[in-house]
């Protein structure tokens, strides 16, 4: 199945982030994954510290479900959001989108890292936090 020309948006299974980003770095328009943050890992070596920029969120995020039964011990009823926290450390990782985009629109939530590829091209925007 094909991507749409624009933006994405994936959440890939966890237990397959790598080949879901793969794919992602090949699309070559904006592609934003979110995915539990590995930085050690082998893919996220080789396929997001060498061509995506990423949002480390500070602090695990939390995520909204709606009950569909009562819940009288914690004084919930059906029909309720509540928002539970990730098990795990999550970012989201951008494809073709520039580091000042990712910054002006994430920032707020986590930490931005460039790409290396920015870094070896000699980007003093680095140092200013632009």
């Known amino acids: 199945m094909s991507w749409p020309a624009i933006p994405v948006f994936i959440n890939p299974p ?19 994954a979110l995915v539990p943050c590995q930085p050690g890992s082998a893919y996220w070596r080789r396929i997001v510290w060498t061509c995506a920029s990423a949002v480390v969120f500070v602090g695990r995020p939390k995520f909204g479900h709606v009950l569909d039964e009562d819940d009288p011990e914690r ?13 795990t450390d999550c970012a989201v990782v951008g ?26 091209n000699g980007d003093s925007s680095m140092a200013e936090g632009t």
């Open 95 to 120: 494809f073709g989108i520039g580091r000042a985009k990712m910054l002006r629109v994430w920032s707020s939530a986590g930490v931005v890292v460039a790409p290396v590829r920015e870094l070896a």
């Open 75 to 87: 004084g919930r009823k059906a029909g309720d959001i509540v928002a539970t926290q990730h098990p």
């Open 14 to 32: 966890f237990d397959d982030c790598a080949s879901w980003l793969e794919r992602a770095a090949r699309h070559g328009r904006e592609v934003l």
